[in-house]
């Protein structure tokens, strides 16, 4: 099956071991040398309606995901990597 970067960002995450929604695809992380992708990064939830910005992202290796669908992407995680996000200055 082939797939393109831009399908992917259409698909939903979702965990298998909890049944938790995850969100849906917002970037990949990419090993340039060889083009491997190693893993898909999932923004975190919102805090307050996004008044207070979100929390941290949600990366989800490539082992992880057990299958790829049309529409939503299993994964297995049990704990949840996350990554800071940039925090943003007041102007």
């Given at each position: 099956m082939?797939?393109?970067?831009?399908?992917?960002?259409?698909?939903?995450?979702?965990?298998?071991?909890?049944?938790?929604?995850l969100?849906?695809?917002?970037?990949?992380?990419?090993?340039?040398?060889?083009?491997?992708?190693?893993?898909?990064?999932?923004?975190g939830?919102?805090?307050?309606?996004?008044l207070?910005?979100?929390?941290?992202?949600?990366?989800?290796?490539?082992?992880?995901?057990?299958?790829?669908?049309?529409?939503i992407?299993?994964?297995?995680?049990?704990?949840?990597r996350?990554?800071?996000?940039?925090?943003?200055?007041?102007?």
């Amino acid at each position: 099956m082939e797939s393109r970067l831009a399908d992917l960002s259409c698909k939903e995450i979702i965990n298998i071991c909890d049944g938790q929604r995850l969100g849906y695809v917002d970037d990949v992380i990419l090993n340039i040398v060889d083009g491997r992708l190693l893993a898909l990064v999932v923004p975190g939830p919102a805090k307050f309606f996004g008044l207070l910005g979100r929390e941290d992202d949600y990366i989800i290796p490539w082992e992880r995901i057990t299958r790829i669908g049309s529409d939503i992407i299993l994964v297995e995680v049990r704990e949840q990597r996350r990554e800071c996000r940039p925090k943003r200055k007041w102007l």
